[in-house]
């Protein structure tokens, strides 16, 4: 069965720090491109960060310089560390497998159920 279970949300002050991780399992997670993407009340879910296969990473740019997503293939995890968090971060976080990169496929993307991060004094 195919699974991403996030974790590592929680309640944070403005400029803390939070890591999250997203374990998966029930696919070949080095072939796919693994993303984080927010939705925070009222708004749409927007992606964050983006690791692809190769190596190569994106993210908004409202985290550029803040965030970073890895991932450990041995592990089939995906991370995300968040520095400097501000109010504006928080969102419901989840992460999403697309197990066929540049391609359509049967159940191409798959999401975990999500992780709250709040920012908040």
């Known amino acids: 069965q195919v699974q991403l279970v996030e974790s590592g949300g929680g309640l944070v002050q403005p400029g803390g720090s939070l890591r999250l991780s997203c374990a998966t399992s029930?696919?070949?997670?080095?072939?796919?491109?693994m993303s984080w993407y927010r939705q925070a009340p009222g708004k749409e879910r927007e992606l964050v960060a983006l690791?692809?296969?190769?190596?190569?990473?994106i993210y908004v740019d409202s985290v550029k310089g803040r965030f970073t997503i890895s991932r450990d293939n041995a592990k089939n995890t995906v991370y995300l560390q968040m520095l400097s968090l501000k109010p504006e971060d928080t969102a419901v976080y989840y992460c999403?497998?697309?197990?066929?990169?540049?391609?359509?496929?049967?159940?191409?993307?798959?999401w975990g159920q999500g992780t709250q991060v709040t920012v908040s004094s």
């Open positions: 690791a692809t296969t190769g190596g190569s990473t």
């Open positions: 999403k497998a697309d197990r066929c990169p540049g391609l359509a496929c049967p159940n191409k993307n798959v």
């Open positions: 029930g696919f070949t997670f080095s072939w796919a491109a």
